[in-house]
Every structure is written in C-alpha cells, then in structure tokens.
C-alpha cells in the first residue's frame, strides 16, 4: 500500500467515526425537549456542511495521480481540522 492509499485509508476511518458522532450529536438534539433546540440544529447543519467539503477533499485526494495528490493533500488537510474543530465545540455545547 502506498503512501497515498494509507493517508485515503485512515481519513476514511475516522471520518467514518466522526459520522457516527454526529449521529448521536443529532439524538441528543433530537431528545433535548427542555431547551431550545434550534442552536444545537445550527451547529449540526454547519458540522453537515463541513462534513461535505471534507468528502469532496477526499474524492479528490482518491482521484489525483502521483503527481498531484499532495496539492489536494494540503486543501484537505485544511477542511480536516475545520470539520475536527467543529466537532469540538459542537460536543460541547451539547453536554
């Protein structure tokens, strides 16, 4: 496996972790019936938003030849740690 096929393979872990956190993010605004629930949905379509550009990033990184994949490796690493940073404040905010 090469360099690429690692760095493609272990995004995909943990993005793939990251979608089941903000599914339960999503339960938990789901069930919060005593508080005003429109902040948390905010936050949640903005994480959704972020989780978007980041599977765009990764097809793209999937896509690029040899030559060209650490240019894409550079705009994805950027969304990465937007969509980590997201889902920081996000947990957060939901404890």
């Known amino acids: 496996m090469g ?3 690692a760095y493609v393979e272990e995004h995909e ?3 793939s972790l990251w979608d ?3 599914k339960q993010l999503e339960a938990k605004a789901d069930s ?5 629930v429109i902040p948390y949905y905010d936050h949640l379509r903005s994480l959704h938003i972020q989780r978007k550009t980041v599977h765009e990033s990764l097809r793209e990184v999937k896509e690029a030849n040899a ?8 705009s994805l690493d950027s ?3 937007d969509l ?9 905010k939901f404890q």
């Open 13 to 15: 872990a943990q993005l």
């Open 20 to 22: 089941a956190e903000i």
């Open 67 to 74: 030559e060209e994949w650490e240019s894409f490796k550079i």
């Open 79 to 81: 969304d990465w740690q």
């Open 32 to 36: 919060a019936r005593s508080e005003p």
């Open 84 to 92: 980590r940073g997201g889902l920081i404040r996000t947990s957060a």
């Open 3 to 5: 360099l690429k096929d």
